[in-house]
């Protein structure tokens, strides 16, 4: 069974950090371009930061400096340390995988398989 399945999410305040991590399942990992986005009620959905099968990074403006993306290709994780929270942080943070070749890494649509989503919340 393909799936996604993330965790680590939680309450924090302004200035803390918590790590996401994202387990896979069901196809080649290693293979496959992995991205964490996030979507904050009444937004959006958007791009957080992706790292492809050749471990390229990319990050959106929101998180350069302070989210860093990895992956373990020998345990199927895919991971998101946030460091510096701030409130605007605040989203369900959600994994997706297997990215249509030649789409931008930010673009939700281009992704075949989603997780269910791990709330975070930063209070000020």
């Known amino acids: 069974q393909v799936q996604l399945m993330e965790s680590g999410g939680g309450s924090v305040q302004a200035g803390g950090s918590l790590r996401l991590s994202c387990v896979a399942s069901?196809?080649?990992?290693?293979?496959?371009?992995h991205a964490w986005f996030r979507q904050a009620p009444g937004k959006r959905r958007e791009g957080v930061a992706a790292?492809?099968?050749?471990?390229?990074?990319s990050y959106a403006d929101s998180g350069k400096g302070r989210f860093t993306i990895s992956k373990d290709n020998a345990k199927n994780l895919v991971y998101l340390q946030m460091n510096k929270l701030k409130p605007e942080d605040t989203a369900m943070y959600y994994c997706?995988?297997?990215?249509?070749?030649?789409?931008?890494?930010?673009?939700?649509?281009?992704?075949?398989?989603w997780g269910q989503g791990t709330q975070v919340t930063v209070s000020s």
């Open positions: 997706a995988a297997l990215k249509r070749n030649g789409d931008s890494w930010d673009e939700s649509e281009s992704y075949q398989i």
């Open positions: 069901g196809y080649t990992f290693s293979r496959a371009s």
């Open positions: 790292i492809g099968s050749d471990a390229t990074i």
